[in-house]
Every structure is written in C-alpha cells, then in structure tokens.
C-alpha cells in the first residue's frame, strides 16, 4: 500500500520559514518524480514545485521562485520543502504528490498526471 506522509506544517510569522517533509512507503521511490502543490480556502489546487526522478531537474511556480527549495532524499525516501520569506498568501494545505515518470529528468507540473497523494499540512502565516 502506497503511502505519501506530509510533516512539518504549522503556523509562523510573515518573513519565517518552514520545512515540510513528505515520508513515502510502499513505492518504488527513485522512478517517481515528486512536488508540492498547495490549496488555500475557497481555491484550486495549485502546483508550488517539482523535483525529477534524478533530483537534477527541479521547477517552481513563479510566485515562490527565489523563496522555496524542494529537495529529495532517494535512500531515505522522502522529498522536502523548505519554505522561506514567507508571506500570509502562502497560507494553505500544502500536499506532496508522486508520479510515476520513465523521465529521468522529467516532472509535470499539472496535478492530474500525479498518481498518489498526501493527506496535507497546513501552513499558516500570520501578518
């Protein structure tokens, strides 16, 4: 059974930072490529980042290029999200998604080609 485990989340100040992980199980980690979206209240869930099977290639939506960094941990099985200068419209559920990619440098960028998902982390941050 595939299991996408999201931690980290919590409620911090405008400028703070925070790092989410996301521990896997029951998948074989290193074929998939992984990212983090985000959903806020009464909005769509959006993509925040990617990072590709060989973790080489990474990518990030333009409103938190420069601020968040995804890593991954291929022996460990876990990809990271580390969020700073944060600011209260980063305030959301923030999920970790796998999909299984033959890409080696590859990722997606759209939700709907993510085969497993996380339950969610909620970030909070207060002005």
């Known amino acids: 059974q595939v299991q996408l485990v999201e931690s980290g989340g919590g409620l911090v100040q405008a400028g703070g930072s925070l790092r989410l992980s996301c521990a896997t199980s029951?998948?074989?980690?290193?074929?998939?490529?992984l990212a983090w979206f985000r959903q806020a209240p009464g909005m769509e869930r959006e993509f925040v980042a990617a990072?590709?099977?060989?973790?080489?290639?990474?990518g990030y939506a333009d409103s938190v290029k420069g601020r968040f960094a995804i890593s991954r941990d291929n022996a460990k099985k876990t990809v990271s999200l580390q969020l700073n200068s944060l600011k209260p419209e980063d305030t959301a559920v923030y999920y970790c998604?796998?999909?299984?990619?033959?890409?080696?440098?590859?990722?997606?960028?759209?939700?709907?080609?993510?085969?497993?998902w996380g339950q969610g982390t909620q970030v909070t941050v207060s002005s």
């Open positions: 998604a796998a999909d299984l990619n033959y890409g080696r440098h590859a990722y997606t960028v759209a939700s709907s080609d993510y085969d497993y």
């Open positions: 990072i590709s099977r060989s973790g080489g290639n990474t």
């Open positions: 029951g998948l074989t980690f290193s074929v998939y490529a």
